[in-house]
């Protein structure tokens, strides 16, 4: 079935340092993915995309990587702040712009 | 700025009561989502919009139904709220398929 799932539910790093939080998915079909931050009480907050025909997109202080081989999707924020800690969800997109989305993966940062 | 907002906020209600859920956009986007996001689920899809007229069901839509009148508008009828909807509700919206999905402030539902 399909699926999408991240590999760390919860990752604590140190303040500066960098984070990576990590996804698979399961549709060799999804052609665009999505990560998203949500911070508690609110909504999930834009981050960055990347469509199928790429493997990597950069954003400020984000970057994300696509590996179509193993299905796989990886975050990586830069110099982690104490503003980052949030909860993080990737999202593949399926059928027609609808999401499946991952579980979470909730980032904590240690001043 | 163009947004897309949630009202209300919280809200509790009785079990078997009916409860509307508004959602309301204004970037002009074709495409309208609801979920609901539990603990241990993530966001689950609950009913979407491809444009005026145009409803969908989710993944799970029981007991939850959606009309699409104008292009701003996208509210979630529970016909007969059950303890199990408790749950926080998001909106969300898109300008057309493979496109990002951007969502409001969420609903916060509590059904006692």
């Known amino acids: 079935g399909e699926s999408v799932g991240l590999h760390l539910p919860t990752l604590s790093v140190q303040e500066g340092d960098n984070s990576i939080i990590n996804c698979a998915y399961s549709?060799?079909?999804?052609?665009?993915f999505i990560w998203y931050k949500q911070e508690s009480g609110k909504g999930p907050q834009f981050i960055i995309d990347i469509r199928s025909n790429m493997d990597k997109r950069q954003g400020q202080r984000v970057t994300v990587l696509l590996n179509k081989t193993v299905k796989h999707l990886s975050l990586q924020i830069a110099a982690t702040q104490p503003g980052d800690s949030a909860v993080y969800f990737c999202?593949?997109?399926?059928?027609?712009?609808?999401?499946?989305f991952g579980q979470g993966t909730e980032l904590s940062v240690k001043p | 700025d163009a947004e897309i907002t949630q009202s209300p906020r919280h809200k509790i209600t009785e079990t078997g009561r009916q409860v509307t859920l508004a959602c309301h956009q204004t970037w002009n986007h074709n495409n309208m989502f609801w979920y609901r996001q539990d603990l241990g689920h993530g966001l689950r899809l609950i009913h979407y919009?491809?444009?005026?007229?145009?409803?969908n069901k989710g993944e799970v839509s029981d007991g939850y139904s959606v009309s699409r009148s104008n292009t701003e508008d996208l509210p979630l009828t529970l016909e007969s709220a059950a303890s199990s909807q408790t749950s926080v509700y998001f909106c969300a919206s898109s300008s057309g398929s493979a496109e990002t999905q951007y969502f409001g402030p969420g609903t916060r539902l509590l059904v006692l």
């Open positions: 549709n060799s079909a999804s052609d665009y």
């Open positions: 999202a593949e997109n399926i059928r027609g712009g609808k999401l499946i």
């Open positions: 919009s491809y444009g005026v007229q145009d409803t």
